[in-house]
């Protein structure tokens, strides 16, 4: 009723809850953000979200996961409640539960998905098992490199979809940007444990894949920057440049290497 009678009612809330985090009054800005869930008129997970974030910032990590907790079983069928939930275990240093709750996810994904297993992978890095994060990534470079294989060009090693049906060439462009991303995360992996050199492959694969991708550019000239090539990092960030003129990280390499 009150939804009804006083439609903004709930964006009331919201700015309370901001002025009394301002103020630092916590116990008032929470209860404005649970009224602002109650009163919202369309998806309340949005608000809820706002309102775990904030109970993060406060080191109140059991009263997070205990909101999400209640939102994912709300919402039985979907996954990304339970990513999120793996999430928050992660953020607050439980990474068996996160590993646990991000599997748990599996099932309710599209057979074949690989987002439980990017999500491991990204637990382990949290953790510092950067091996283990490799490892679990893996299979779905495999996979998806054994699918693409027809498909990719000799001289230059991209991939053609030329005369194919839309929907077939759909799902393939769909597993390169699957395998891009994997092939990335590898690379970081190894650039976290100090092997620039067998990073450098896999951020440019990744980006023969998925040249549109700043970031795959960005981290290849990381690494060669890494490695002391400094005119390999220059020709990676002026490229990002050319094409995103206002990439920070990129500009402030190119700084870096004057």
Known sequence: ASNRAFPYYYYTHRLLGGLHR??????QALRAMELEETYTFGDPAAPRARRIEYLMQLGRAKQAVALQKE?????PRDPQALIALARL????????AALKTAEQSRPLFEKGSAE???????????QGEYFDAIRRLEPIIGA???????????????????????PRA???????ARLARALFVTGRCYMQ?????????????????VPSNPDFVYWGGFACETLGNSACA???YNAILQRFPDHAAARAALQRLR
């Open 71 to 75: 939102l994912a079983a709300a919402r």
């Open 170 to 176: 759909r799902k393939l462009e769909h597993t390169a």
């Open 116 to 126: 439980p297993d990017f999500e491991a992978a990204d637990i382990f890095m949290a």
């Open 144 to 166: 998806a490199e054994k699918e693409l294989a027809p498909f990719v060009e000799q001289n230059t090693g991209r991939l053609a979809f030329d005369g194919m049906p839309a």
């Open 22 to 27: 301002n103020a630092g009054r916590v116990e």
């Open 234 to 236: 220059a020709s990676a």
């Open 193 to 209: 444990i100090q092997d620039p050199e067998t990073a450098l492959p896999y951020f440019q694969s990744a980006h023969r894949l």
């Open 89 to 96: 275990y992660a953020r607050a240093g439980d990474f068996d």
